[in-house]
């Protein structure tokens, strides 16, 4: 069966986000006041897979050994079909 | 003894590497593309500078799951030297043979300029010529290269005196305007609970000759050839 994961990949709370500072900081230059903003990565991967538990297994897998830094990371998987 | 220096697609401080060893050292010096592998037994592997993969994902994340890492982890594993200059300290933390990892600058901005470092340790393949407290200058250039470590394995680091290099200013104080990255507690070059594999963001190779205004990066390879010899003599 094809699965599709939505992985999204981000920094763990209290972790610096120096892109999102400067990002902010730009969109303050525009005129756009904001109280917080966040980068977050987002992969949409495609593969074949037994059922959904193994999918999200194998996303899982993907996530932890390459995709993120569990120094830094966190991450969220969906997997739809 | 021989030294090889990896090339991944996008090194580019390879060739200053091999150069430093092989001319200004002596020592002979392979440069191995990375497909290669390591097809002999070498003393110590050089990782160095550059743009492996253009920092795709994360800086070094792609180029640490080569197959050649897998042969470099195994020379490590045999208490060989491993050091990783810059790209090559970013791909030593993502492969895990330093823990931790170099990630993006608190300011966000490629940084190229010589800074001052502490020398934090002399017990160590790398540091032994240098005086512990030393303040040399070496230059760095990177915008990934701010150290971050969890509270615990800062506190393992300090205690087992696994801190190579320090940011500091001229005369050694740790001061927030000598961090030039904010890497946690000024930490810029790590070693590995063996102290035989050492990730560090400044380029020693780039220190290493009078006409480039610093030889005060020299030491670090001299250190590691007085290492090799040393190792060489004791097993005959």
Not at chain 1, 18 to 23: F, N, S
Not at chain 2, 53 to 82: C, E, F, N, S, W
Request: proline content about 4%; charged content about 25%; hydrophobic content about 40%.
């Amino acid at each position: 069966m094809i699965f599709l994961a939505t992985i999204t990949i981000g920094l763990k709370e209290g972790m610096l986000d120096p892109e999102a500072m400067a990002i902010r900081h730009a969109l303050g230059n525009l005129g756009f006041a904001t109280d917080e903003l966040r980068t977050k990565k987002l992969f949409m991967v495609r593969f074949d897979a037994a059922d959904a538990r193994e999918a999200e297994e194998k996303a899982r897998g993907m996530c932890e050994r390459l995709l993120a830094n569990p120094v830094i990371h966190h991450y969220e998987i969906e997997v739809h079909r | 003894m021989r030294f090889a220096v990896i090339q991944f697609g996008g090194s580019n401080c390879d060739r200053d590497a091999w150069y430093v060893l092989s001319e200004i050292c002596g020592v002979d010096c392979d440069l191995v593309w990375y497909k290669d592998g390591l097809s002999r037994p070498y003393d110590a592997v050089i990782l160095p500078g550059g743009f492996s993969y253009g920092d795709y994902l994360r800086a070094g994340a792609i180029a640490a799951r080569t197959p050649v890492m897998k042969d470099i982890i195994a020379h490590a594993q045999k208490g060989r030297l491993v050091l990783g200059i810059c790209n090559g300290a970013q791909i030593l933390a993502e492969s895990g043979l330093v823990p931790g990892v170099f990630t993006i600058n608190a300011y966000p901005k490629f940084i190229c300029r010589s800074v001052h470092l502490r020398v934090e340790t002399t017990d160590s393949p790398f540091t032994s010529l240098y005086r512990k407290g030393d303040v040399i200058r070496i230059p760095i250039a990177h915008k990934e290269g701010r150290y971050v470590a969890s509270e615990d394995l800062l506190c393992e680091l300090n205690d087992r005196g696994r801190i190579a290099f320090r940011f500091c200013d001229s005369s050694g104080n740790l001061t927030p305007e000598s961090n030039p990255n904010g890497a946690m507690e000024h930490i810029t070059g790590v070693l590995n609970a063996t102290g035989n594999v050492l990730a560090m963001m400044p380029h020693p190779e780039r220190a290493s000759e009078e006409i480039l205004s610093s030889e005060d990066g020299k030491k670090v390879f001299l250190s590691m050839i007085t290492h090799i010899e040393h190792a060489k003599g004791v097993t005959g």
